[in-house]
């Protein structure tokens, strides 16, 4: 009988650690929305327009950061311009990004850019969507969506949005990781 006792207190204190693990699941910053994994793909943009970056333009020691609302709940993603013409889209964060989160590249999409004059294309990948371009206007500290169009229709040049306008802040930050795509 009091091996019983003893059994259930052991229980009691499992049922408590595996209530705290999962309680601290919830308590991170990754919104619960689905968020493409994938890193194979097989881009064009660089190949076919050459590489034309210009980090006078688009700056590479910091992020430009959304902050959005849905459903009453404050959402954040950020956007991440590389030297080497490569660029991030973290998925949805329910608070600011920490450095932490800002360095991680897992949880996200990749993708690469050109910069001509004020105007920046990104090619990057969607399950559904395939791939696609998202063109944005830098201006000043901010980036400002601009439109997109599928990459497998280049006569659909860049197609203005306005109702679809998202303006990325920049966010001068401590930036440590780099591209593996």
């Known amino acids: 009988m009091e ?4 059994n259930i207190g052991n229980m009691k204190k499992l049922y408590l650690i595996f209530l705290l693990l999962g309680s ?6 990754e919104c619960p929305e689905y968020c493409n994994k994938r890193t194979k793909y097989k881009f064009k943009l660089l190949k076919k327009e ?4 210009d980090t006078t333009k ?3 020691d910091g992020v430009y950061i959304l902050e959005s609302e849905l459903n009453g709940q404050r959402r954040y993603r950020f956007l991440r311009f590389f030297a080497n013409g490569r660029v991030y889209f973290s998925c949805a964060y329910c608070s600011p990004p920490s450095s932490d989160d800002l360095n991680n590249l897992n949880y996200g999409k990749y993708g690469y850019y050109v910069v001509n004059d004020s105007m920046v294309k990104t090619e990057t990948f969607e399950p559904y969507l395939r791939y696609y371009f998202v ?3 830098v201006q000043g500290e901010q980036i ?3 439109g997109s169009c599928k990459r497998r229709w280049p006569e659909m040049k860049n197609k203005d949005y306005t ?6 802040s920049f ?3 401590i930036l440590t990781s780099s591209t593996f795509w």
């Open 144 to 146: 400002i969506t601009n």
């Open 3 to 6: 091996d019983l006792v003893i």
């Open 50 to 53: 050459g590489l034309k970056i």
């Open 24 to 29: 601290l699941k919830l308590m991170s910053q």
């Open 58 to 60: 688009v700056r590479v």
């Open 135 to 137: 063109f944005y206007k």
């Open 163 to 168: 109702q679809f306008r998202n303006v990325f």
């Open 171 to 173: 966010k001068k930050s």
